[in-house]
Nanobody, 122 residues
Framework: QVQLVESGGGLVQAGGSLRLSCAASGRTDSGYAVGWFRQAPGKEREFVGYITWSGGMILYADSAKGRFTISRDNAKNTVYLQMKSLKPEDTAVYYC???????????????WGQGTQVTVSS
């Protein structure tokens, strides 16, 4: 079992930056990849990006490329989502998820955090 807790969300103006954190506890020695997803009101959960355990592979959604950066510090059991040049359309609840095999689909990830709200004002 892996427990995930996101933090770092908040209200920011368009063009601003935020860094989200995803802290893991439990069986963190199992080599889990971590993914970031977001869900806006009335919309389906959307893939943002993921990072493998080693950090050797990082994949981003087109909407995140060039603006978002995923990194991880395995010594701290924490994965980060650095977001810059934020737009109002980035407003959503952001979730991190963990599993051994990463995927763009949210349906295959077994472990999820509770989410953190990001609101970008225009």
């Amino acid at each position: 079992q892996v427990q995930l807790v996101e933090s770092g969300g908040g209200l920011v103006q368009a063009g601003g930056s935020l860094r989200l954190s995803c802290a893991a506890s439990g069986r963190t020695d199992s080599g889990y990849a971590v993914g970031w997803f977001r869900q806006a009101p009335g919309k389906e959960r959307e893939f943002v990006g993921y990072i493998t355990w080693s950090g050797g592979m990082i994949l981003y959604a087109d909407s995140a490329k060039g603006r978002f950066t995923i990194s991880r510090d395995n010594a701290k059991n924490t994965v980060y989502l650095q977001m810059k040049s934020l737009k109002p359309e980035d407003t959503a609840v952001y979730y991190c998820a963990a599993d051994v095999v990463p995927s763009r689909s949210p349906n295959v990830w077994r472990y999820w955090g509770q989410g953190t709200q990001v609101t970008v004002s225009s």
